[in-house]
């Protein structure tokens, strides 16, 4: 099947620097890209929708200075986790539409940041 | 806006049993699609079964299936013969069938963990 594949699945980051993310679809163009939240024994949360050469749209509560993707590329996005702070740890998960076919939605592997 | 409900935080079931996992949602729209994915303790998303609204037909796939009840707004799914690779947290997501503006993303459950006893 198609694959998903995030980057760093680990990082930690000092408070109140920036951290990256990638979201990259390997074997197909994903025309739309999804960002997750997930708590520790919470559901995932939707953070944003990311459309390639646009702006993405940001789920009500999501502060997009803070939270700051871009879609640059039909393969790729990226959030920008800016001036971290604690309360930012979290399990970030990228998805990516591939609108051949079935329509179907693959979930990439996950990113734990931890903000000390 | 959507909701999705799974009420039971926490299922157990012998293996080797069947187990059925609740899962309700509220729209207004027509057309959409139902999903169930597992999660294990790798985190990783994995879909299980996915159910178009405009079919009648339950989706089912291999010891998966679901029931389908459009008008209860209902879909539980079905782990038939379930095995000790089956414990994983379980969430049901809603997904509308019309695009653009943030539409294509899922909506999920709180999910329901699931223990398979040996």
């Known amino acids: 099947g198609a694959v998903v594949s995030q980057h760093p699945s680990w990082v930690i980051c000092k408070s109140g620097t920036s951290v990256k993310i990638e979201c990259r679809s390997l074997?197909?163009?994903?025309?739309?890209m999804f960002w997750y939240r997930q708590f520790p024994k919470q559901s995932l949360m939707l953070m944003a929708t990311?459309?390639?050469?646009?702006?993405?749209?940001?789920e009500q509560g999501v502060e997009k200075d803070k939270f700051l993707i871009n879609h640059a590329s039909l393969t790729l996005s990226t959030l920008t986790v800016t001036s971290a702070h604690p309360e930012d740890s979290s399990f970030y998960i990228c998805?990516?539409?591939?609108?051949?076919?079935?329509?179907?939605?693959?979930f990439g592997e996950g990113s734990w940041l931890t903000v000390v | 806006a959507q909701t999705v409900t799974q009420s039971q935080p926490e299922m157990s079931v012998q293996e080797a049993e069947t187990v059925t996992l609740s899962c309700t949602y509220d729209?207004?729209?027509?057309?959409?699609?139902l999903f169930w994915y597992k999660q294990p303790p790798s985190r990783q998303m994995i879909l299980v079964i996915r159910?178009?609204?405009?079919?009648?037909q339950n989706a089912t796939e291999n010891r998966f299936s679901v029931n389908f009840q459009k008008a209860a707004k209902s879909f539980s799914l079905k782990i038939s013969d379930s095995q000790l690779g089956d414990a994983a947290m379980y969430f049901c997501?809603?997904?509308?069938?019309?695009?653009?503006?943030?539409?294509?993303?899922?909506?999920f459950g709180k999910g329901t963990h699931l223990i398979i006893q040996p």
């Open positions: 998805s990516a539409r591939d609108p051949i076919g079935e329509d179907t939605i693959y």
């Open positions: 074997d197909f163009q994903a025309t739309t």
């Open positions: 990311s459309n390639e050469g646009s702006k993405a749209t940001y």
């Open positions: 729209t207004s729209e027509s057309d959409y699609y």
């Open positions: 159910q178009e609204a405009y079919k009648q």
């Open positions: 997501a809603y997904r509308s069938a019309y695009s653009g503006g943030g539409a294509d993303g899922l909506t």
